[in-house]
């Protein structure tokens, strides 16, 4: 005997969600060197005056964790390289950074932003 259901109860819940990630994945980064600096002029942009983070994948090429290494929260451009990348994060030559705009799992608020520089800079002592 198999019992079929007279009712079925489907909940929908329509809410917009304006979060933004974007990843940008190196590979081949040369390991000579001592230090691995993440370099990165940014704005958030009016409307919104959303503020949004530059995090650092800690592993991997699907990192599972993220630290912030920046947070861009001025119309104008900001400019940060203050940022060593750990031995985890340059990951072998192929660090992972993400742009995240950080507003949780439900994100309401739209914004706009500017990312002028992102790089790498290398850089070896003497
Ligand atoms: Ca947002």
Known sequence: MIEI?????????????YSLEIRFAWSGVSLTG???VLNVTCQRLSPGAENFVV???QGGSEPSSWVTAYTCSSDT?????????SAVELN???PVVRIW??????????????????RIDRIEYG
């Not at 259901?5 to 969600?17: C, E, G, N, Q, Y």
């Not at 451009?77 to 990348?85: A, G, R, S, V």
Request: a neutral charge.
């Open 77 to 85: 451009d900001q400019m940060f390289n203050t940022y060593p990348l």
């Open 34 to 36: 001592n230090q691995w």
């Open 5 to 17: 259901p007279s009712k079925i109860r489907v909940d929908v819940h329509l809410r917009a969600r």
């Open 92 to 94: 072998n030559g192929a």
């Open 55 to 57: 995090q650092v994948g």
């Open 101 to 118: 705009d950080a507003q949780g799992s439900l994100d309401l608020t739209q914004g706009t932003m500017v990312l002028n520089v992102l």
